[in-house]
């Protein structure tokens, strides 16, 4: 395959950007992904569907997480290797993933499958969308292989530099995924379950369209046969880097959901309005997103290749283009957030508390452009450990305590319990800042040693 983008060489600025725009493509086709199915199954079946899919996509988004998570170390190893010309490493570790993320597919498979019912009862499932639930976790954890599968050969593609290819990919799993949807929900009137299989099937269509891709443009390394077994190192390797990441995004995930139930006991119309502005923030934070995605592949190939200040330079141009955009998704969501709120509710209540607890993440806005950007640049180098530190501190000595204390001061304020969001990313800012010099010391004086 060609290399859509070498990163060790040439202008850094149009690179990036270029490799960005397909990954923020991809990422906004996920946003809709998701709400695709609600849409659907809102019209066309009852409500016990539509709290199944909401609780169980939930669940599932947890485990996809940990997937994801893992497959982060794909990318990094992957681009380390190509970035310091060991092609014949780079089949290994492809070789590796394949074996390693199978064997995590088959087990999350029997697991879930097995224990829905017990875990459908820890997400406190509502009685009369119970069974709902229990049948929309079981189908798509029957089809973990093509999660498994879907998530890692995008993580493969973003590795080698190209993300066009993840791009299709998401493109035409969307696609297939509403076709779905309208026939397995609104003809076949199949509930959660159709829904269910609606995303499992357009991932697998995904997956098998993407291998005759593979094969019409190849690969930059040999790869064959033989390099698809357990090398130890290589698996090692991509679980230490991957693991943390994993382990930081479920970690947090579930650090949100504790604010959500604070929020909860407040009240049917703040639990309305939180939603309409979490499902909001999941949009005005896709650019920092995309360039933490599009850091994490440009500095591994550069750490490979040596060129530090070529990885730092990248990660500054990123912080400079995210926190511009951010000043305006900022100002939107802060003065004209009623607006942004009235697509997803109509009750003015509920747009009212949404936009106030929008407020807070419009502060936000501002702050994750430096903090993605960091981690970003931190998974490139592998120092995924650290991110993973951070990322829990501010999760659980920061975000959820201050949500808390502020749920306690009357009269009150979802702006005011929103603030644990932000002040929590300060903090995060100010670790990444510290830890970003100890790197650049440490990489110093191992240059002067050599």
């Known amino acids: 395959m060609e290399r859509k983008q070498d990163f060790v060489t040439g ?221 130890r190192q290589v698996i090692r390797q991509t679980i230490r880097i991957g693991a943390p990441i994993a382990l930081q995004d479920l970690l947090v995930s579930f650090s949100f959901l504790a604010i959500l139930s604070i929020v909860n006991g407040l009240g049917l119309m703040a639990s309305a309005g939180v939603g309409v502005a979490e499902k909001l923030c999941g949009f005005i934070m896709l650019v920092p997103s995309a360039f933490m995605q599009t850091l994490s592949a440009f500095v591994a190939q550069n750490v490979g290749a040596g060129k530090h200040d070529r990885a730092r330079k990248a990660m500054l141009f990123g912080m400079m283009i995210s926190f511009g955009i951010g000043c305006c998704m900022s100002a939107l969501a802060f003065f004209r957030g009623d607006l942004l709120c009235s697509w997803f509710a109509r009750d003015p209540e509920v747009i009212a508390n949404a936009w106030d607890y929008l407020k807070a993440y419009a502060i936000d806005t501002l702050l994750v452009s430096f903090y993605f950007c960091f981690n970003g640049f931190f998974n490139g180098y592998g120092e995924t450990r650290f991110v993973m530190i951070q990322g829990m501190l501010g999760a659980f000595c920061v975000r959820l305590p201050v949500s808390f204390l502020m749920s306690r001061i009357q009269p009150v304020s979802l702006f005011r319990i929103g603030l644990a969001v932000p002040l929590s990313s300060v903090v995060q800012i100010l670790l990444c800042l510290l830890y970003f010099f100890h790197l650049r010391r440490k990489l110093e004086n191992a240059s002067e040693e050599a």
């Open 11 to 231: 202008p850094i600025l149009s690179k990036l950007i270029r490799f960005a725009l397909p990954i923020l493509g991809a990422l906004i086709l996920q946003a809709m992904y998701g709400a695709v199915d609600l849409m659907v199954v809102g019209q066309y079946a009852g409500p016990a569907d539509v709290s199944g899919v909401s609780t169980g996509s939930q669940l599932m988004m947890s485990i996809t997480g940990l997937i994801t998570g893992l497959a982060m170390g794909t990318t990094v190893l992957l681009g380390q290797r190509l970035g310091a010309g060991r092609r014949d490493e780079a089949g290994e570790v492809v070789g590796g993933a394949v074996c390693l993320f199978a064997v995590l597919a088959a087990a999350i498979s029997v697991l879930v499958v097995a224990f829905a019912r017990p875990l459908c009862t820890l997400m406190q499932a509502p009685a009369e969308a119970f069974d709902a639930t229990v049948q929309y976790v079981r189908v798509c954890a029957g089809g973990a292989l093509f999660i498994a599968a879907y998530n890692v050969l995008g993580s493969i593609f973003r590795g080698l530099g190209d993300s066009r290819t993840p791009f299709l990919s998401v493109s035409i799993a969307c696609i297939a995924n509403i076709a779905g949807d309208l026939l397995l929900v609104a003809v076949l009137h199949m509930g959660s379950a159709g829904a269910a299989l609606a995303t499992v099937a357009s991932q697998a269509v995904s997956v098998l369209i993407c291998f005759p891709v593979i094969r019409k443009k190849g690969l930059p390394f040999a790869f064959g046969k033989s390099q698809i077994r357990f090398h």
